[in-house]
């Protein structure tokens, strides 16, 4: 079992910045992922970003890339995304999710979520 708790999440004007955390506890393995989803009200959830745990290894979607930066914390058991040059597009809960996947960018392969963090862009 794998433990997710997300963090970090306000409100911000556009053009500003958050820096979202994903806690994990339990038996995290060396080749799971860690993904960043959002959903926005009557939206499916979308993927953002994805970290191979050990090898760190990252895929981004084509509407964050450029902006957020998902890294791994030194303790091993944190993840970040740091989201800069925010949109109001960028308006969803985010979820972190683990597990080991084929597809990184899909959020049905993924076994274990959060609670989600709500973040919201000003215009």
């Known amino acids: 079992q794998v433990q997710l708790v997300e963090s970090g999440g306000g409100l911000v004007q556009a053009g500003g910045s958050l820096r979202l955390s994903c806690a994990a506890s339990?038996?995290?393995?060396?080749?799971?992922?860690i993904g960043w989803f959002r959903q926005a009200p009557g939206k499916e959830r979308e993927f953002v970003v994805a970290?191979?745990?050990?090898?760190?290894?990252?895929r981004y979607a084509d509407s964050v890339l450029g902006r957020f930066t998902i890294s791994r914390g030194d303790a091993k058991n944190t993840v970040y995304l740091q989201m800069n040059s925010l949109k109001p597009e960028d308006t969803a809960v985010y979820y972190c999710?683990?597990?080991?996947?084929?597809?990184?960018?899909?959020?049905?392969?993924?076994?274990?979520w959060g609670q989600g963090t709500q973040v919201t862009v000003s215009s």
């Open positions: 999710a683990a597990g080991f996947v084929i597809d990184p960018g899909n959020y049905k392969n993924y076994v274990y």
């Open positions: 339990g038996r995290v393995f060396d080749n799971y992922y």
């Open positions: 970290i191979r745990w050990t090898r760190g290894v990252t």
